[in-house]
């Protein structure tokens, strides 16, 4: 079993930053990504971002690249996500995966608690 714990989510202005991080513990060795996926309200759950175990390959929606960074610091088991110039459709509750480097819900096995991100216009 792998434990995830996010945080750094909250209220901020449009062309604000915030930075999500999110925790690791348990089976993490068997895991080869951590992603970041999102789901605003009505919406279907939908991918942000994902790095793989070595952190040297990321892959980005298109909604997001050249805003959100995701990186990785595997000697504290963490996963991070960097959100600049954030605009209102950014808002919904932000998901930290463990399981198959993959764009790819059904490839995740874990899943945190998630975090709400807010902008306001």
């Known amino acids: 079993q792998v434990q995830l714990v996010e945080s750094g989510g909250g209220l901020v202005q449009a062309g604000g930053s915030l930075r999500l991080s999110c925790e690791a513990s348990?089976?993490?060795?068997?895991?080869?990504?951590l992603g970041w996926f999102r789901q605003g309200s009505g919406k279907d759950r939908e991918f942000v971002a994902t790095?793989?175990?070595?952190?040297?390959?990321?892959h980005y929606a298109d909604s997001v690249k050249g805003r959100f960074t995701i990186s990785r610091d595997n000697a504290k088991n963490t996963v991070f996500l960097q959100m600049n110039d954030l605009k209102p459709v950014d808002t919904a509750v932000y998901f930290c995966?463990?399981?198959?480097?993959?764009?790819?819900?059904?490839?995740?096995?874990?899943w945190g608690q998630g975090t709400q991100v807010t902008v306001s216009s």
């Open positions: 995966a463990a399981g198959t480097y993959s764009r790819l819900a059904r490839n995740y096995n874990f």
């Open positions: 790095i793989n175990r070595s952190g040297f390959s990321t």
């Open positions: 348990g089976r993490t060795f068997n895991t080869t990504g």
